[in-house]
């Protein structure tokens, strides 16, 4: 059985249909990169699953279970929130609390873990992402592009199950794109499930192992990154395709 | 100024700094603590959009933003008394002071809770946290650093508020002044003498503030 599963979601804001039936499947230890042109709808899609925008109608199929998108309990929302990881384009690190806490304030204020485990766990995390040097440091005192691995070491302390990130190197300068997608490149070779909205050509292509290539709120075209890539069946796939390796070759 | 008028001062000097630490500073410090609690209710309420409690806080706000703090206080005082109600002035005072200065900090507050990104709460729910935890540890932290510079002013403006007591029989600073003048007839010194006390008690909390601001500004303020 798949790991994740969405079935037809849809989503409008007042009368602007941004996700007209959409539905994805992950399998576990997928890499799934979700490309697009802006106003595609791929960022609403990823908020959507994580319950941060309410869908209009759709279903969640996740862990063993199926949820209504449009109208599951708070309790269960909470559940599926402490089994997924969100990684947000601008960090949304908690400004009043350090890197190490910053990882740590899940476990202790929510899963209610003694503060000396909770920082342990904390800890690990922040080595596994390259920042135990800057534990004790405030959001403020950090690069983007470390706030970003804090933040993707926060999603990690729940040993989730999938971690979702919406185009996470977008607001990033562009030397410091290198050491977030380093990062992301190591959790996938350690197997890990996740779903990327991403620009990142490069990325799509050597990372990932399945390519979704939204546009207008439906998913255009869908395959392994070789096949989409290599092969795009639908000229508006090739099309997107070239005009992100122009925009590349431009800088 | 002559020996006479330098006896009077210094006199006059420990009967003003009693009453402004006896009475002034007492009555600033219980308004102001229920005056914070007033806030950060009324704040959150409007903040978390809860109906009927918002509309109650905008009406409350409105009545005392809306009316002169000297006739609150003759209202809560005298007022009071003649539909039966008997409190004594000090209780009085803080009642029409928590009030009154709760409904400017209320608004201090729902700037600070408006001033937090979004982001903040969104990234508090993805790691589980409920509404109440998210307030509790990442949202009214941040507000409170960014109240607090406003907040200090706010109760420095308080500290010399309190004057106003004196017309309801709160036997305060300017109260013990205008005793003292009303023996003397030595107005310029007195009236002078109570405005160099109030302006020390201001300088200690702008101090107070200084040193709040620096220790929380250890976090870089709400950059990045």
Not at chain 1, 1 to 18: C, G, P, T, V, W
Not at chain 1, 180 to 192: F, H, P, Q, Y
Not at chain 2, 32 to 52: D, G, K, R
Not at chain 2, 166 to 172: L, S
Request: hydrophobic share 45%; with cysteine; aromatic share 10%.
């Amino acid at each position: 059985m798949s790991m994740l599963e969405i079935r037809n979601i849809h989503k409008a804001f007042d009368q602007n249909e941004i996700l007209k039936g959409v539905s994805i499947t992950v399998e576990k230890g997928d890499v799934v990169a979700i490309l697009g042109p802006s106003g595609s709808g791929k960022t609403t899609l990823l908020r959507c699953i994580n319950y941060l925008e309410k869908a209009d109608q759709g279903e969640l199929i996740f862990d063993g279970r199926s949820y209504d998108l449009a109208n599951t309990p708070k309790k269960d929302i909470a559940a599926i929130r402490m089994k997924t990881g969100f990684v947000f384009q601008n960090y949304n690190l908690f400004k009043n609390k350090t890197a190490l806490e910053n990882v740590t304030i899940g476990l202790t204020s929510v899963r209610k873990i003694p503060a000396s485990e909770a920082k342990k766990i904390g800890l690990k995390m922040l080595e596994r992402v390259g920042m135990l040097a800057r534990a004790d440091h405030f959001p403020a005192q950090l690069s983007g592009g470390q706030q970003q691995r804090v933040a993707i070491a926060r999603a990690l302390a729940y040993d989730p199950e999938i971690i979702y990130f919406d185009e996470p190197t977008s607001a990033l300068d562009p030397e410091l794109i290198g050491e977030v997608l380093g990062v992301m490149r190591a959790l996938a070779e350690e197997g890990m499930t996740m779903i990327v909205v991403t620009h990142e050509m490069d990325f799509a292509r050597n990372v990932s192992s399945h390519v979704i290539f939204m546009e207008d709120g439906v998913i255009v075209e869908e395959g392994t990154s070789k096949e989409i890539f290599e092969n795009p069946k639908k000229e508006r796939t090739r099309e997107f395709l070239r005009l992100e390796e122009n925009r590349r070759n431009v800088q | 100024m002559n020996q006479e008028m330098w006896d009077l001062f210094i006199e006059s000097f420990w009967k003003l700094i009693i009453p402004g630490l006896k009475m002034t500073i007492p009555l600033t410090v219980t308004a102001f603590f229920f005056a914070m609690i007033i806030a950060v209710l009324v704040a959150m309420v409007q903040y978390a959009n809860v109906p009927v409690l918002k509309q109650i806080s905008r009406f409350y706000i409105w009545i005392i933003r809306g009316t002169p703090l000297l006739v609150q206080l003759l209202i809560g005082f005298y007022g009071l008394n003649n539909i039966g109600i008997h409190i004594n002035a000090f209780p009085a005072a803080v009642l029409i002071f928590s009030l009154n200065e709760g409904a400017y900090c209320a608004e201090t507050m729902r700037a600070a809770l408006e001033a937090v990104p979004s982001g903040q709460m969104e990234a508090g729910y993805c790691v589980g946290m409920n509404y109440a935890q998210i307030m509790w540890h990442i949202v009214l932290p941040q507000a409170f650093r960014t109240a607090f510079p406003p907040l200090s002013n706010s109760l420095i403006g308080m500290v010399k508020d309190t004057s106003l007591a004196a017309n309801i029989t709160y036997a305060e600073m300017l109260y013990a002044a205008q005793r003292i003048v009303g023996r003397t007839y030595k107005f310029m010194l007195i009236y002078c003498e109570v405005a160099l006390i109030y302006l020390m008690f201001s300088t200690v909390l702008t101090w107070v503030q200084r040193y709040g601001e620096k220790r929380l500004n250890a976090y870089g303020g709400n950059k990045g």
